[in-house]
């Protein structure tokens, strides 16, 4: 299979390795992205994923929690401009949906596109928003909570993350504290038992991968293996984090100092896993040129 300039790009842009490391994974994997990333966290380590979680599309995440903090929603509004997504309509509707999502509870998007927003539906309030400013929004995803203590939530960085915490026991301070945390950390699971099994193996295999190439004997890679997906584990997992605010401690060991444990928590990013589309301006003039060329080459003489 053919590498191409773009595919390296692509592949740079997601791992942060140099252009020809990406262009030798890529060759190796036969041309997987995935696979090619793998053989480059082998090769550079975290290095090679450092840009992996880089927001990629326009919107913003919009919350609500209902007064008595029983229940919260989060909603991802997506358009296609960063533009767009100050805009006061559009920031008006991503706050309605929210709250559709407490009041409703509807079962998936779908759904919430059937839901009555004032005179009409929220599916017409989005074709309208299109008509009006011209450009596309969708509703990509939301989530709902039913808190078994109280809700907090954190907005940040121009509501691009969103976060809502299920905080049981402590106080208010503790509920934002830890709002603000998962919005820096990016946890994928409270704990380890919760992180998916298939990343889990994923980051066992790349350090296998890793610990062989270290030529060690069995028994040391072995061990070298097991540390590092510990050492993932309590990365990835909230009760494992250090704490932003205070990184003696833990996220478990001030739960514990407060009295208190997390029942469960919502994390958006906004553009999370899209690609953007990107359009290379100078490529596609040249490319037209280039056409233009060939079709003057192909026209018959006029003598």
Known sequence: MEITAGMVRDLREKTDAPMMECKKALTEAAGDMAKAEELLRVKLGNK??????????????????AEDGKSGGLVELNCETDFVAKNADFLALAGALARLVVVSAPADVEALSR???????????????????????SIRRFARLAAKGRLSSYVHGGAKIGVIVDCIGGDETLGRDLAMHIAASKPVALAAADVAPA??????????????????????????????????????????????????QTVEQLLKSKSASVGG????VVGEGIE????????EVMAQVGQAARSDARAPSAS
């Open 115 to 137: 839901q009555a927003l004032g005179a009409a539906t929220v599916e017409d309030a989005r074709r309208e928003l299109v008509g009006r400013i011209g450009e596309n929004v």
């Open 265 to 268: 928590f919502v994390l958006y």
């Open 276 to 283: 953007k589309r990107r359009d290379d301006f100078a490529a």
């Open 199 to 248: 990343l889990v193996q994923k980051e066992r295999d790349i350090a296998a991968a890793k610990a062989a190439e270290s030529g060690k004997p069995e028994n040391i890679t072995g061990k070298m293996v097991e540390g590092a997906v510990q050492k993932f584990l309590r990365e990835v997992t909230l009760l494992g984090q250090p704490f932003v605010k205070n990184d003696k």
């Open 48 to 65: 090679a994923s450092k840009a992996a979680s880089r927001v990629t599309a326009e919107g913003v995440v919009a919350v609500c929690i």
